[in-house]
């Protein structure tokens, strides 16, 4: 993208205006940060850590392997752009599309709600994981919502959105020894192997 109007006014994290939609989202600059719109407001993500990418990696390895290759849909991870309502654009760490949504898939974004979304927490900005982006996740009707955090090595695990309070009504903490089964698609894992392994686990 190709920046044509100067760089938004921003605190640390957001924007101080809520007037943003995806035709504004588009003049930013391709620059490394990751810049999402979410009921108007633009939140600014900075390059994650590596601990970050591992259990982004770590998770989308095992997705893969029990969605993707048998058939059942396709796992792909930021940076990609995800359209729904209120969230115009977001690109979360992780999402699944099911097989028959694929028609979700078109114009170089997911222009429509996936079947999974994943956010693994920054400890610079919980916050936007655990409540703005949990609200609109539900607003937008997301039948599934993780959030992985690094911190105490566990998974909060969201379903059953409701799409009027902006909550999910069906929240499951997954403790580090504990075993994460998908309520809505075919997949199990223990939560221990999200984070395991990485050579350097400072979050």
Known sequence: MTATTPFPAVSPLRSVDADWNY?????????????????????????????????????????????DQQGKGW???????????????????????????????HDRRINGVPALIVEVLSPSNPETDETIKRAAYARAGAPEYWIVRPASRDVILCTSPD????????????????????????FSAPVAGFFAGSPDETV
């Open 23 to 67: 035709e504004r989202w588009m003049t930013l600059p391709d620059d490394g940060n990751r810049y999402e719109v979410i009921d108007g407001v633009l939140f600014v993500t900075t390059a994650p850590s590596f601990f970050h990418q591992w259990i982004v990696r770590q998770i989308a390895l095992q997705l893969i392997a029990q969605i």
């Open 75 to 105: 796992t792909v991870w930021a940076p990609v752009g995800v359209r729904m309502p209120g969230c115009d654009p977001v690109q979360p760490d992780i999402v699944v599309v099911r097989r028959e949504d694929r028609h979700i898939i």
């Open 163 to 186: 799409l009027i309070t902006g909550n999910f009504l069906q929240t499951t903490l997954i403790a580090a020894d504990g075993t994460l089964a998908s309520p809505t698609l075919p």
